[in-house]
């Protein structure tokens, strides 16, 4: 790894609004550093998250602990309309919009500890098997690996890594007997939405005799939480419920599960809230490391460009920990500032031609 281009490339990203391209960034540095060695250094080698742990190690030693660290695990998708379509470039459905979208499916693992949040690993879903669907008589994709399988992958590389942490949270797609079974294994902790219709056993007499019952039908008010056995898992979990007004004045609900059963709800609720960090985290992916808005064409220089923005992120991160700023803060000073460049520059056109 050329690690004077990855520390120029990831600056690029930082500073760029638009097109991140490797003529525009040539053309930044006045030529000092030509088009073919930007994209050499994009296509010369497959980055991974080995690649990233190097760089992020320093940092989150400094930063981990084993009381108060979380995992969090969850996927965004990287739309990408007009890029023709390949293995990781094709169709993923979109929950947030309850339809497919064309693009990338990216699924992070970031670490939190007091108020930093740091990216440990990521994986790109591959879609390699084209099928035609006989219903719709349309070609589809299909990956190889589950989500739930790329999380075990990650999560056991974190305990190889011997990673300081207690509790492991992510959203209901993710919330599996295998996935349960496994950070129960290795004596870690869960945290994790529940879909409502999930079938649960309020007492062992009930689990014994196979009467379950769906989630959504236990009484729970805001904020209580209640003991059971979720079908097809061994041990006893709490459930807890948190109700919430919408903007037009109705009501909704959200259920949990969690494996230690030394919380109440109040500290279910808690610790769940900084799953909100990793949403954070793929608006920054977005907005502030331009991961979407590079025109590169082959599975390799896409790939590895989505490596760089993260590496761009995490970058911002280490900033904010110095500097006590924000991402986005950091973003709008950095415009603010080409703002006056721009504005110097066109006053001296305009005194030249006065």
């Known amino acids: 790894m050329n690690k004077d281009l990855l520390d120029l490339y990831t600056d690029y990203l930082i500073c760029s609004t638009e097109q991140t391209t490797a003529t525009q960034l040539s053309r930044m ?92 690993s990521f994986h790109i879903v591959k879609k390699p098997i084209s099928y035609c669907d006989l219903h719709t008589r349309q070609i589809k994709r299909e990956s190889m690996v589950s989500k739930n399988e790329m999380l075990h992958q990650m999560f056991m590389q974190m305990i190889s890594n011997d ?28 945290i994790s939405a529940l879909k409502s219709n999930r079938l649960i056993a309020l007492s062992e007499k009930d689990k014994r005799n196979g009467r379950f019952q769906q989630v959504r039908e236990i009484g ?40 230690d059963l030394s919380l109440d709800g109040n ?15 793929h608006k920054s992916l977005k907005s502030n490391a331009c991961i979407s808005k590079s025109p590169t064409r082959t599975v390799r220089t896409q790939s590895n460009h989505l490596f760089l923005s993260i590496c761009s992120v995490l970058k911002l991160e280490q900033l904010k920990i110095h500097h006590k700023m924000n991402h986005f803060a950091l973003k709008a000073k950095i415009y603010l500032n080409s703002l006056k460049a721009v504005y110097a520059e066109i006053s001296c056109f305009k005194k030249a031609t006065a």
Do not use: A, M
Request: net charge neutral; aromatic share 12%.
């Open 29 to 120: 540095l006045d030529g000092h550093v030509s088009h073919d060695q930007v994209t050499r250094f994009l296509s010369s080698q497959s980055f991974t998250d080995k690649d990233l742990w190097k760089l992020v190690k320093p940092t989150l030693r400094s930063i981990e602990s084993e009381e108060d660290g979380v995992l969090i695990f969850d996927d965004t998708i990287i739309e990408k309309q007009w890029t023709d379509e390949n293995e990781i470039i094709c169709y993923h459905f979109d929950h947030s919009k309850g339809r497919s979208v064309k693009g990338i499916n990216l699924l992070n693992l970031i670490y939190h500890h007091n108020d930093i949040s740091l990216p440990l």
């Open 267 to 281: 500290d279910i609720t808690r610790i769940y809230q900084k799953r909100w960090n990793i949403e954070v985290y």
């Open 220 to 259: 729970l008010k805001d904020g209580e939480i209640v003991r059971g056995w979720l079908k097809g898992y061994s041990h006893e979990v709490l459930i807890c419920r948190q109700v919430f007004t919408n903007k037009d004045g109705s009501t909704s609900s959200l259920d949990r599960v969690c494996s």
């Open 163 to 190: 990673l300081k942490f207690k509790y492991v949270l992510f959203d209901s797609w993710y919330s599996s007997k295998e996935t349960f079974d496994l950070i129960r294994k290795k004596r870690k902790h869960f």
